[in-house]
């Protein structure tokens, strides 16, 4: 084949051609370099300091060994990888700038297709942006759940008994030795958390979207199948390139609904709004909020998963999968849709998957909630829409009146948040400010705010909680977040103060404070938390807050919306 984009660096009798094949022979068969074979790149988010993702490299091995099988070339591709629970301030932050430099590696090497290695919540995102705005054939392979651990009998959701024990102990029904001895039990061994957080939510989107290869999202990383499906994957790739099957000819407008609905079916992760978002903006896709709460709406919740269940993704997996719960709603699946394979995702929903454990996977007439897609509220607090995600939250809490408390930053609440003398009551309204994209910055997992001390002693295990900061998808709670526009970037926020009376109305789509646009015309001239917000002088963080737009269109940075397609116009020697 002459056609390979990668001809344009092997191919000729000429001093850069010469270059090109002569440092990449060092074992490689004769015939490799002769512009007929694919030359695959495997981007690998394997690292140590990411422990999600750090089995990657020998499943790297295995989609090697299918793509050799298939008559491409591989490679190992190192990109940036971010472990959501190690980096500090967060993960978020670094989003952007990972698919930024992945962007520009896989645009500037002699590769012709993508295979996409991820697990941990940012790594699957930045990947699918890279790969959306560079545009050549490309592949997700998600690294899957970690199987259950147990601690004193009891099955551990990772994440979210880390928040639930973590308020035990704060309120004194077990004791620190207690909650500190269950961490040995949290983590099994490989992979990403085992509910569905984000890390599960952005596999079971990255399947919905048809990027993976059906049936692949939530089998177990230590399940020898995802070995195989990673091989399978490694054939699968030297395919799309021959047939130049893109990511834009897989992701359309529909495939982007579709994965809406699949994440309001497994009860899904509220973060995977902001990355859908940004994919859909590298692909010039007009996606917005009002296309998660109308495809959303109706859709049954129907896998029975912490943090909104009782159930984790190995439970899931035995119970039949992934296809076998969006077989349930076949029907409000848009159709047309092709997946990497080149067949409709609905191809694979049929009537003849079948689920084998019905507590886990719930049927369609008895859902753990009726009508849970990830809500959008609007009004005077969130012009720009912030999200819930009611079935992670208190019913009697999705409708409520009440007084608000102000946090000025994360350090102002968890200096405050356990004074014996806090003037607050289960009905008061706790409001974070200060923690948006550029607030903080980067947008932190902190809006699922631990509750004053003295409440948990009472009793009280949940309250409403409202920011303009994100929360771990593993997290629940009547947990208001993504208010735009946030109040960094001069959103209502910013000038609401402690005592002000907040609706919340989930039902009718509302978020409103009891303060007249004319009050908060003069209270926007001194804004309280000004000081707590990020100033960065140099470097990311100062690129960052300069050109990160806000959480309602994705916390892309505005000059990497759209992609550049994979064209390399000059020579580098």
Not at 78 to 97: D, F, I, Y
Not at 256 to 277: E, R, W
Not at 299 to 319: E, I, Y
Not at 416 to 436: E, F
Request: glycine fraction near 10%; aromatic fraction near 4%; include cysteine.
């Amino acid at each position: 084949m002459d056609d390979l984009r990668s001809a344009d660096w092997y191919v000729g009798d000429d001093r850069n051609a010469y270059i090109h094949r002569a440092w990449m022979r060092r074992g490689n068969p004769v015939d490799a370099l002769d512009g007929t074979k694919p030359q695959i790149a495997i981007a690998n988010t394997a690292s140590d300091l990411t422990p999600c993702n750090k089995h990657l490299n020998e499943v790297a091995e295995s989609v090697k060994n299918g793509i050799w099988e298939a008559g491409g070339v591989p490679y190992n591709l190192p990109v940036v990888s971010l472990g959501e629970t190690q980096v500090k301030p967060t993960a978020m932050l670094w989003r952007n700038l990972a698919a930024m430099a992945m962007e520009e590696m896989f645009r500037a090497n002699p590769i012709d297709g993508l295979v996409l290695l991820g697990g941990c919540d940012k790594t699957i995102p930045a990947l699918l942006m890279a790969a959306a705005s560079v545009d050549i054939p490309a592949i997700v392979v998600p690294g899957g759940p970690m199987l259950t651990g147990h601690f004193r009998g009891e099955a551990l959701g990772c994440g979210t008994d880390v928040w639930r024990l973590s308020e035990e102990a704060r309120a004194g029904r077990i004791t620190n030795g207690e909650f500190v001895e269950s961490e040995r039990s949290m983590i099994r061994g490989k992979g990403h958390c085992n509910t569905m957080g984000t890390a599960s939510t952005m596999a079971v989107v990255a399947e919905a979207l048809g990027m993976t290869i059906p049936g692949f999202a939530g089998t177990p990383a230590a399940d020898a199948r995802l070995l195989s499906l990673s091989h399978e994957t490694g054939r699968l790739i030297v395919d799309l390139v021959a047939a130049d099957r893109t990511p834009s000819d897989v992701m359309t407008k529909q495939s982007f609904l579709n994965a809406i609905i699949a994440v309001a079916a497994v009860g899904g992760s509220t973060n995977s709004v902001v990355h859908l978002l940004a994919i859909a903006g590298r692909l010039g896709i007009d996606l917005t909020l009002e296309d998660f709460d109308a495809a959303g709406a109706g859709v049954p919740v129907l896998a029975n998963l912490q943090p909104s269940g009782m159930f984790l993704m190995d439970d899931l997996f035995r119970a039949g999968g992934l296809l076998a719960l969006l077989s349930q709603v076949k029907d409000l699946f848009h159709p047309e849709p092709i997946t990497v394979t080149g067949r409709p995702l609905v191809d694979y929903l049929g009537t003849e998957r079948e689920v084998f454990d019905d507590t886990v996977i719930l049927p369609r007439d008895a859902p753990l909630m009726a009508d849970a897609g990830i809500a959008v509220l609007r009004g005077n607090l969130a012009p720009n829409g912030a999200l819930i995600k009611p079935s992670a939250a208190t019913p009697e809490l999705l409708q409520h009146v009440g007084p608000a408390l102000v946090f000025d930053s994360i350090e102002d609440l968890r200096a405050r948040i356990d004074d014996p003398d806090l003037d607050v009551t289960a009905d008061t309204v706790l409001v974070l400010r200060g923690c948006g994209p550029k607030g903080y910055p980067g947008m932190p997992e902190v809006g699922n705010m631990p509750l004053p001390r003295k409440l948990l002693e009472a009793g009280v295990r949940d309250m409403v909680r409202i920011s303009d900061a994100r929360m771990s998808g593993t997290a629940y709670g009547t947990v208001i977040l993504h208010a735009a526009p946030e109040a960094a970037a001069g959103g209502p926020l910013a000038f609401v103060r402690t005592g002000d009376v907040i609706h919340v109305d989930v039902a009718g789509r509302r978020l409103h404070v009891d303060v007249s646009d004319e009050e908060f015309q003069s209270r926007s001239q001194t804004p309280a938390s000004e000081a707590a917000y990020a100033a960065p002088t140099r470097g990311w963080e100062k690129l960052y807050v300069d050109h990160v737009m806000q959480a309602d269109t994705g916390a892309d940075l505005d000059f990497l919306v759209g992609g550049s397609g994979s064209k390399v116009s000059r020579e580098s020697h």
